[in-house]
């Protein structure tokens, strides 16, 4: 059985486990405040261009959004998303059980618009009682999308202008950062998302690392004692150095990119093969996504010897799936899974 | 400058690190449902001869104190613990961020008694209105102690007495459970703690791991969601395997114990030389924590050398410090700081 | 100016403030342990025929609705609601302050159905990981809806046997309880919303009182304790008599039920009005609110001297608005609205 | 049975239901925003001399103190309480509920220093991690305290001082406000104490209104979206006039001082008498609360026709009661409770 259904399946990059290995037996302070760390934290405001900026580690995707819109909001303030975004589908009411409501708003694409964003704000402040509603704070987007997909500069400038204009902050969960950046037709940089962004996080645990996603804090105004939050949401690792070291090892040789394109070059071969077997992509996604309508036949067979995620039951007949890449998808299973794909739509 | 301030200075144990890389590339399923989570939860059930508990793996100390307790817990309930628990002194109000008040009982060398537990609940209940105060419904104990030192057998299970007769759960953080239990004079076994529980852990992150702290529910009624919990608190990791694989490194041949011992064997032979000194002991700890009372000349000196924490300034003259040993001190680091505290003690 | 806007704009009926007066300097206890507490339980448990329901009283409506839904649901646990209800619309993240998700469903005239409510529950049952979603636990209903509309028995029994087959309590927000059980149409008793509810409320705030709510708890599990929600909400008043008398002077002698068919009928008076002005009303209610849609140029003129809700701006002329009546509705207020309506449209 | 066990056995004083009587018809918008909230907040702002300040009417002391203390904390910051504090006593953790901790601080006779505030802070902010524990935020202080004993002036400005060397709010819980600047000895103004505080209230549920409690925020940076807050918490009535309505008339012709004072009176006088039979008072009180030691044996002949609140448990013999008086204590009550307190002590 090859797994193809998240990017999540293998350890850590080589590269990782080996400095892991280096650096065992010395001896650090704990908490992240160890010298890899903040090497890390140095490589990453280099990378991002924001020499103010504050940098911290953290475990996973759902404990970052959660300890991060917690810092970000007063209690009666809330958080515009994605209906489709991670924290409103697959965090179990995180984001709520720290108290605020997640303001969903109809994705295309997994894509929300800066016109859908001012909309909410506007119904918000023109009411009559606008304090018997929650108040919109925060605007929650993910990079690359749930759905692989990405928003272009036009569409990112858009929304970071309604947020100033609407006294909002933006967050963008990058827990994929990497596969959106190097992925082909995107034209926004890694500094300028920085540059967009209040606050958002390069993800490690779905691109080479074992754990661990690198919160930016951009603004200096939410920087102030967000140590405090990580601690109160047991996000202070004892051996912090356990992701600043891996960070280190993505970062410092440029690893994090490398291992991004290859698993956008997978992608992009399979999505190839569906395309040539006459299956429609669900979305448009240039990253280590694909969501391809794959016949109920063809999908019970190629099921016999790969993992996919069911996305979507289509009709009675199709259902749409997820196929996912890393940095640790061979290409020989990539092109064992073509040879297969054509094999079973020749049928 | 050699550490003695903590138990969490070095990376993992190298078999711990070999087992991360012989498994690096096999492709597991994520959240913790992966066959090596399986085979630590099979070790642990036997060796704590509970076979219908659950066992979950999580990060670390406050993460799984604040997940525990919110599962344990109705919103208008609270907890019992020593004024000196780690969840009432380190970290950082996350209990009361879950909704619950910590009952702080005064600690006499780090524990609580059966008795003091049963004056509190009599308190609640005694009074006019019990519902003007937050009810009594679980004791959280660490084992050993934040100072060190262990509950007997006797206490112990005078305690889960008292929680029968007063309806309430047991909780032991048992962050250092391994330094406890192979402790000169513990006369609890892990079975024996088992069965005395409702709910306890077998902390990984101070005792070898990179990280890692697996819950044992032992109380059938605690058993029901508990995933929704750890999932709410951004308490699964993705790569779960990163757990599992650690606690079957830990425990398939006993590795855990022997760290413990080894680490317990260091502590006393430190505790030994400050006793040779002249120096008093703040607390009388077994385990892998040592409290000696440092005239500030001789600690001044030694820590040209060497980091401890400190513990409590006692007079003009005196402070209380407090050394830690783990499963990574070396006995040739433990010899010359021997040699150290005889030749500062001289002067 | 005469007030159409709400059915709060006027104190409380004049037997109610009776009552007050009569009683004023009779000593009680506090916290709703009184005398008249206890006989308005009675009342209301005769009139519900749930001898052994339990009766509390509380505040207001956004604070009772807090209280019960905090009190029903674990923490990871979200409450099913109408994307109109109250709790989702005007009560400010109330409920997610709690730490709960709402799940908001699409209404149709207020109301959602007991197919779709099993349709929430069935996706998130099959889903591969249940636990990385808010378990539906709670099924939130107002009677009348938002819209003063009611559920039928039928509708009310098949949601009841959703709730039943998907392990959901039902809770309903009886905020203008009254005026949905006297309406013409409706086919639902007090004793027969009792039973189908696992607790629901019969409002007094909008039907003649001060302030107040009259919980009623009939499953017994979720009678435990509910105190010390209450207290831990400051949803327990020291004057609590204050709440037990207004009861009884409402439940007594049935003038609770005469106050709102009063409402009832001056909003259907108003809303015959309309129609024959050619008005279309933007919901079907029977109850004391009424949403007619009416051209600007007569709203205009009509709030020259009236007071009513803009409910929705529906296309460049015409705006529904929300006209309600109450206890306090004087009939000649309402003919001269009549007049006025019939003048402005005639135009 | 004549009580004597609190302030709030009765209902609210004359003046007040005749105000709501004469106002009752009449209407007014909802939500705290009618002309009555308004003249009452004009009142207010007058006596506080406050011309800048907020003032917002709620419901009950709970609720009042968790509203409150949730707007002015971030969530990781705690409040320092006296360990007698209501919030720490009698509110059934609604503080924690709301995620904070409170930071007990023994009390004498009821009340806390300036230097023991300042201590908690440097312990705070000396700690290597202070991101480790609740960061001090907010000091609450009640004034009369839970025992009837004042702050003087010299008290509260040290601690004001204090809260500004440490960056501290100060919130004044003035449940009992007027008994407290009405007492014999206090020292302090209703503008000196709007002075020193960020936030306080003005209580009128103990003292002669059927439920009410006013807060006043100084602060500026405090009054952001309060409205907000109160929605969430279920603390804007949806009449709110009826709080309005009652401060207008405690308030306006000065009839809230002259209640307290009465109170006061009789207060003393039954403190005389009990000094006279030679009984101890437990606490030094000027105010309407007193808290004599008395003997078991007249304890229970003088219970026989008088409620008293039980205290403390002395010795085997002696009981600390709590006899409170208020607006509502008839001179004839207190005579005759006097002749009962010399008869039984003669015995």
Sequence with gaps: MIRFNCDYSEGAHPVILEKLAQTNLEQTPGYGQDPYCRQAAELIKTLCQTPEADVHFLCGGTQTNLTVIAAMLRPYQC???????????????????????????PEENGKITAQQIARVCQAHWQDDNPEF????????????????????K????????????????????????????????????LPEIAACCDIFYIG??????????????????LQKD?????KQKGAILAKGRLLGIQF???????????????????????????????????????????????????LKELEQEYAFAHFKRLDRNHTAIRICTSWATRE??????IADIKRVSAK
């Design 226 to 230: 967000f140590r405090y939050f990580m």
């Design 248 to 298: 280190v090892g993505l970062l410092e040789n440029g690893l994090y990119f490398k291992l991004a394109e290859h698993a956008n070059k997978m992608a992009a071969m399979i999505r190839h093969a569906c395309e040539e077997a006459g299956w429609k992509m669900w979305y448009d996604s240039p990253t280590n996504q694909q969501f391809p309508v794959v016949p109920d036949d063809a």
């Design 204 to 221: 490690g645990t779905k691109l080479g690392a074992l754990l661990g996603e690198a919160v930016v804090i951009v603004n200096p105004k």
């Design 332 to 337: 020989e299973d990539v092109r064992q899974l």
């Design 154 to 189: 036009k569409e990112l400038s858009d929304i970071r202008r309604v947020c100033d204009e609407h006294n909002l902050y933006l967050f963008m969960d990058g827990a994929r950062l990497g596969y959106g950046l190097t992925a082909e037709g995107n034209d926004l940089t």
């Design 79 to 105: 958080v515009i998303s994605p209906d489709s975004g991670h924290i409103n589908v697959h965090e179990a009411g995180a984001i709520e059980a720290t108290g605020h409501r997640i303001l969903a708003v």
């Design 133 to 152: 509603a929650p108040q919109p704070k925060l605007v929650y987007l993910s990079f690359p999308t749930e759905y692989g997909t990405l928003y272009s």
